[in-house]
Each structure stands twice: as C-alpha cells, then as structure tokens.
C-alpha cells in the first residue's frame, strides 16, 4: 500500500516492519495502536517447519500500571477464553512479558466492516444488499453463541458484549465473519469496576439503555447489531453528530428514521427486521440474536450462506486487492527474517545415544553427560591429604573429567537406557460452522466445534461428525504412536431439493362428455372421445448472479427478484435477462437459451 501524499516515482517504499522477539512470539507487522494497546500480527515456530500466526494485543507501558484497565484486560481474557465460536475471534493466551501485559487471539486475515465501508466511500459505492444481510447474520449467530454460553456446570455466563461496531465486526477476505473485542464485555465472571455513571462504548452504537445507565441484557446487542445494519444499507451514519451530548440524546430517544425510507432500494421487509432491533423497549425488540438470525436467513432465501460467502470472498479480493498483495509481501518479507532470529536461538537438542536402540554412524559431536563412575575407579593420588581443602575440591573436579576422558579411551561407558516419555495419541477436530455430534468408531464421543479425542487406541479409526440440517461428514484416520491428529471438518447445509408440483389435468365439463344409450348401434357409428390434455411444456432452470454487486433481474421485461437467483424454473426457449441498478448504474441485457431438465447460468459483473 502507497503511502497517503507520495509519487510512485520518486517516494521510496515504507520500511518495513522490523520483526521482534517477544516471548515466544515474533512480531511480523503492526496491525494498528491506540492509547492503550498496540495490535501485532505474530508468529511462532516450531519443529519440522512448523509455523503459526496470531494476533497479540499488548497494553502500553503506561496502562500496564492502571490497575483497572489491566482488570479490564484480565476480564475479556477470562471470558472470551470460553468462547470457542467460528463466528467469533477466540482468546488463546494472557500473560505477562517484562512490563506489558499482554493476549494472542485468532487471526483474520481481512478486515473489519469499519474499513470496508470507508473503502467504499471512498469509491462513492455502497455495500452490496446480500452482504449486508450475510455479515449481520453470521454476526448474530456468533453474539447468539456468547449470549448462551454456560459454564461447564450449566451456569450462565450473561455475556453482554456492550461493543457492538463495525470495527468489531471482521470480515476475511475469504468471507468468514468473526466478532471480536470482548474488551468492556459484561458477565457474570467480569469483577465491574467501572464508576456509577461512566458509560462504556462508543456512544452512537449503544442501546438506549446503555445509554441511560441501566442493567443490560443480550437484547442490548442486537440494537446495536441493528445500527450497524441501518449504515450499512443506508451509506449514512445512524445517530452520530458533531456533538457527544446531541448524540447521546438521539441514541436515548431512537431518533431514526425506517432505512427503506432513505435507501429506497432497501425492500421493506429488510427495513422491518432492522426497525425491530431499533424498538425503544428491549420487549419489542428481538428477544434473542438467534431469532434475528432466522429472519435475515429467510430474507436471504433463495441464496444460502455458503454461495454468499463466495460471492463475498470475490468481493473482497477485488475490493483489497492493493492491500492484500503489499500486506502479504510484507508480511512474507517478516517472516523470513523472524524465522532466521528463531533458527539463531540455541537449542537442547536429544543426542542420538539417549535414545533407546541408538543408530549407527557418526559420533556425536558433544559427549552426553554419563553418570559418576564408583569412587573405587578414581585414581589413587586423589587421596593425597597435603592439599588444602579448597584445593583438593577443585582438584577432584579437574582430575574427574581427565578420568572421564580416560574411560571413553580405555573403558566401554556403562549403557544408560532412558525411554522417552511419550504423549498418548488423540484425535483433535475443528467443526464449523455449527456444533456438532462428533462419533469415533459408531461411539458418541462429544459435541461442540472443538472436540479432543484423548487416549486413542493406535491404528484406524472411523470419525463421523452429524448437525442437523447438515451433510454427515465420515472420515477415516490412521493413528501412530504418540500422534496429535487434527482435523478441520466444514459441514455443508442440506440444500432442499426443489418442490415439484404435479398438475392433474383440468376437469372436463359434464356437457363435453355424453354418454347415450346404445340399443343396437349400427355397425359404421363411431363413439368420439374427448382429445387427451395438452402435455405441460418442458421446463429447464436459470441461475442469474452479478459478481461484486446485485442488480434487479428481469426476463423478457418480467422482474422476477434480486440476485442471486438460483433455480428459477423457465419453460424451454430462449430469453432475454436484463440485469439493473439504478444506484450504481448497471444496466446489462443478455441472452439464455433453457433447455429441458437442464440449469443454464447468467452471469454478469457489477464493474
């Protein structure tokens, strides 16, 4: 990325960051620092190329002395530790180093709805509708997860995360959402030390609630869920002015308008889910982020998440693309260097003859420490008492080690057999994006989306992991002795299969079908009977999408919905698709032919 105000010309590139050891992490980048912490992207190494990447939170010097905000620290540590979410950014270590304290976390390699939506400002362009609806559902489904978590002894938690943002919202350029910053989150575990009267949060995204002081409750988080929906459909912002006291009040009061009554792109029925996360009183509200969650899925219907997704990651890419090809050289760049200061370090390594059933070769270039040989071996002049005490220690010592040298000349070492302690060998699974039921040889062995199988029998093993509304997914594993094996299972949604309607042919008229008495008909008089229905004409389907963007769809000059647009049933022949956005200007027509029992595809580019 160029920095703001140089010439690509004659401005030579940023330095780069310059990787430090911090315990035992390697800081590759600083990702961003504030008043009171500072944000890196680290790494750490280990045996056979093993490398990992984090993200470490350091407090600054000064808040490392503030015994309340360390409190703070201490807190989103303790709670967000608990939380293990693929819709939120887990805690994975709090610590200390030198003076600074200190977490690592997940890290998403994206960037939050903050940053997306400013970068489309700059570009005068708005969000694109379905992913709008996809960040806040993945967003509420993570909120939802932290809302209900429970102890281990079925006690609630009462998590109220109280930051709800688009700067706490993080967006992969992949297309994973993830919450994050639990940093002033309220719980039953959190020790309160805020004074009565101080408001905690950035004040345009609270409830009016928080606003007011009160107690806060889970409903409290899906209003402020609701203002970041309402800015990312409408391009404005919800309650901030150019005065925190103006603003607080709007916030107390709901001063806010429906956002199809500014967007007049937004479809009511958006419009209405996100004025029900903005009721005044938490009793009109969503009563749970879950249920918020149901109803942005069903708004996004016919399009499921995963197909979101994708188009997401599309968007993403395209929307980054400086960023992410600066960001990954530099952090390439980083990691090489940090990888030579870890490979600089001494290290304690195993010297092949503790090893049981040593393998031939080579000597080993350091002798291995061999136990103290009887006193009966040493030589005889070590007995000599004309030597002052202190000499005579360090005597001892120096003549011990030229017997030592004399028995590796002279004297087979005794066998020193040590058997390495080894781990026992489990089975470790990541599951996403939903807990599930995880099964190992037809045994239920636990459920969750991270799941630990301890103490697995060496060999093959068969692993199935079930959700409802999901695919089963079965894997086989091969186990060896002390072997971590990890597996990271992505379940696929049950796509329904299209409803198929059968018409029974249409009734005929009681005056079309006359059945006369027949005494003796005459041999050439003919019975007519009625011609058989028509046949329904064969139908084929149409997917219609538009790549980093959404436009109106219509079919011969029909609108027929919004993308994306998946099995849209059409009787064979060939069509016109018209694909328009008056808000960024699209306007494409193009040609499909359908054939019968087939699905042909439509695509088109928001650019």
Same mark, same amino acid.
């Given at each position: 990325?160029?920095?703001?105000?140089?010439?690509?010309?004659?401005?030579?590139?940023?330095?780069?960051?310059?990787?430090?050891?911090?315990?035992?992490?390697?800081?590759?980048?600083?990702?961003?620092?504030?008043?009171?912490?500072?944000?890196?992207?680290?790494?750490?190494?280990?045996?056979?190329?093993?490398?990992?990447?984090?993200?470490?939170?350091?407090?600054?010097?000064? =808040?490392?002395?503030?015994?309340?905000?360390?409190?703070?620290?201490?807190?989103?540590?303790?709670?967000?530790?608990?939380?293990?979410?693929?819709?939120?950014?887990?805690?994975?270590?709090?610590?200390?180093?030198?003076?600074?304290?200190?977490?690592?976390?997940?890290?998403?390699?994206?960037?939050?709805?903050?940053?997306?939506?400013?970068?489309?400002?700059? +570009?005068?362009?708005?969000?694109?509708?379905?992913?709008?609806?996809?960040?806040? =559902?993945?967003?509420?489904?993570?909120?939802?997860?932290?809302?209900?978590?429970?102890?281990?002894?079925? @006690?609630?938690?009462?998590?109220?995360?109280?930051?709800?943002? $688009?700067?706490?919202?993080?967006?992969?350029?992949?297309?994973?959402?993830?919450?994050?910053?639990?940093?002033?989150?309220?719980?039953?575990?959190?020790?309160?030390?805020?004074?009565?009267?101080?408001?905690?949060?950035?004040?345009?995204?609270?409830? $009016?609630?928080?606003?007011?002081?009160?107690?806060?409750? +889970?409903?409290?988080?899906?209003?402020?869920?609701?203002?970041?929906?309402? %800015?990312?459909?409408?391009?404005?912002?919800?309650?901030?002015?150019?005065?925190?006291?103006?603003?607080?009040?709007?916030?107390?009061? @709901?001063?806010?308008?429906?956002?199809?009554?500014? #967007?007049?792109?937004?479809?009511? +029925?958006?419009? %209405?889910?996100?004025?029900?996360?903005?009721?005044?009183?938490?009793?009109?509200?969503?009563?749970?982020?879950?249920?918020?969650?149901?109803?942005?899925?069903?708004?996004?219907?016919?399009?499921?998440?995963?197909?979101?997704?994708?188009?997401?990651?599309?968007?993403?890419?395209?929307?980054?693309?400086?960023?992410?090809?600066?960001?990954?050289?530099?952090?390439?760049?980083?990691?090489?260097?940090?990888?030579?200061?870890?490979?600089?370090?001494?290290?304690?390594?195993?010297?092949?003859?503790?090893?049981?059933?040593?393998?031939?070769?080579?000597?080993?270039?350091?002798?291995?420490?061999?136990?103290?040989?009887?006193?009966?071996?040493?030589?005889?002049?070590?007995?000599?008492?004309?030597?002052?005490?202190?000499?005579?220690?360090?005597?001892?010592?120096?003549?011990? =080690?030229?017997?030592?040298?004399?028995?590796?000349?002279?004297?087979?070492?005794?066998?020193?057999?040590?058997?390495?302690?080894?781990?026992?060998?489990?089975?470790?699974?990541?599951?996403?994006?939903?807990?599930?039921?995880?099964?190992?040889?037809?045994?239920?062995?636990?459920?969750?989306?991270?799941?630990?199988?301890?103490?697995?029998?060496?060999?093959?093993?068969?692993?199935?992991?079930?959700?409802?509304?999901?695919?089963?997914?079965?894997?086989?594993?091969?186990?060896?002795?002390?072997?971590?094996?990890?597996?990271? @299972?992505?379940?696929?949604?049950?796509?329904?299969?299209?409803?198929?309607?059968?018409?029974?042919?249409?009734?005929?008229?009681?005056?079309?079908?006359?059945?006369?008495?027949?005494?003796?008909?005459?041999?050439?008089?003919?019975?007519?009977?009625?011609?058989?229905?028509?046949?329904?004409?064969?139908?084929?389907?149409?997917?219609?999408?538009?790549?980093?963007?959404?436009?109106?769809?219509?079919?011969?000059?029909?609108?027929?919905?919004?993308?994306?647009?998946?099995?849209?049933?059409?009787?064979?022949?060939?069509?016109?698709?018209?694909?328009? #956005?008056?808000?960024?200007?699209?306007?494409?027509?193009?040609?499909?032919?359908?054939?019968?029992?087939?699905?042909?595809?439509?695509?088109?580019?928001?650019?």
């Amino acid at each position: 990325m160029s920095e703001a105000g140089a010439t690509p010309a004659a401005a030579p590139a940023a330095p780069a960051f310059s990787p430090e050891a911090y315990g035992k992490y390697y800081l590759i980048d600083k990702i961003a620092v504030g008043g009171m912490a500072e944000i890196f992207k680290a790494k750490t190494f280990g045996h056979g190329g093993f490398e990992n990447t984090f993200v470490v939170k350091r407090i600054l010097q000064h =808040m490392s002395e503030n015994d309340q905000f360390v409190q703070m620290f201490l807190d989103e540590a303790k709670v967000t530790a608990q939380l293990q979410h693929a819709n939120v950014v887990r805690v994975w270590e709090y610590g200390k180093i030198a003076t600074n304290y200190y977490l690592s976390m997940d890290f998403v390699d994206g960037k939050d709805s903050k940053m997306i939506l400013r970068k489309l400002f700059e +570009r005068r362009k708005m969000i694109p509708r379905e992913f709008a609806v996809y960040i806040a =559902m993945e967003a509420a489904k993570g909120l939802d997860y932290a809302h209900k978590r429970t102890t281990n002894a079925g @006690v609630p938690l009462n998590i109220v995360h109280r930051d709800v943002s $688009p700067s706490n919202i993080l967006v992969s350029y992949t297309g994973e959402v993830k919450v994050a910053d639990f940093g002033i989150v309220q719980a039953s575990s959190v020790i309160e030390t805020t004074t009565k009267g101080t408001l905690k949060g950035k004040i345009e995204y609270m409830s $009016p609630e928080q606003a007011l002081g009160e107690v806060l409750d +889970r409903r409290s988080d899906v209003f402020a869920l609701g203002i970041v929906m309402w %800015e990312m459909l409408t391009g404005r912002r919800a309650f901030k002015t150019d005065n925190e006291i103006k603003t607080l009040e709007r916030v107390r009061n @709901v001063e806010i308008e429906p956002p199809a009554l500014v #967007n007049n792109q937004v479809p009511t +029925r958006l419009s %209405e889910i996100v004025m029900r996360c903005l009721e005044k009183d938490p009793a009109d509200r969503y009563q749970d982020a879950r249920e918020l969650h149901a109803d942005l899925l069903n708004f996004l219907y016919p399009a499921t998440p995963d197909v979101v997704q994708q188009s997401l990651h599309h968007f993403m890419s395209e929307l980054f693309v400086e960023e992410i090809t600066a960001e990954r050289a530099r952090v390439e760049e980083a990691t090489r260097l940090s990888r030579a200061m870890h490979e600089a370090e001494p290290s304690v390594e195993l010297q092949e003859d503790w090893e049981e059933g040593q393998r031939g070769g080579s000597e080993p270039t350091v002798a291995p420490v061999k136990p103290q040989p009887a006193p009966s071996r040493l030589p005889i002049f070590l007995g000599v008492g004309a030597l002052a005490a202190a000499l005579a220690v360090v005597g001892l010592g120096a003549l011990w =080690m030229v017997n030592q040298g004399m028995q590796n000349q002279d004297t087979p070492a005794p066998e020193v057999k040590t058997e390495l302690v080894k781990a026992s060998p489990s089975i470790v699974l990541r599951v996403a994006p939903v807990e599930a039921v995880v099964k190992l040889d037809g045994v239920d062995a636990g459920k969750g989306t991270a799941v630990t199988l301890p103490n697995v029998s060496l060999g093959k093993h068969k692993i199935e992991v079930s959700a409802e509304g999901y695919e089963p997914y079965t894997e086989e594993v091969d186990v060896g002795e002390g072997e971590k094996v990890r597996l990271d @299972v992505k379940l696929v949604a049950v796509r329904k299969p299209p409803e198929v309607r059968v018409e029974s042919p249409p009734k005929m008229a009681e005056a079309d079908v006359r059945i006369e008495p027949r005494v003796t008909p005459a041999p050439e008089a003919k019975v007519d009977t009625p011609p058989p229905p028509p046949a329904e004409k064969a139908k084929g389907k149409v997917n219609i999408n538009v790549s980093g963007g959404w436009a109106d769809i219509y079919v011969d000059g029909k609108k027929i919905g919004t993308t994306p647009i998946f099995g849209h049933q059409l009787p064979v022949g060939t069509y016109a698709v018209r694909a328009k #956005n008056e808000q960024t200007g699209l306007d494409i027509t193009k040609q499909v032919t359908v054939k019968s029992g087939e699905s042909a595809s439509v695509a088109f580019s928001a650019q």
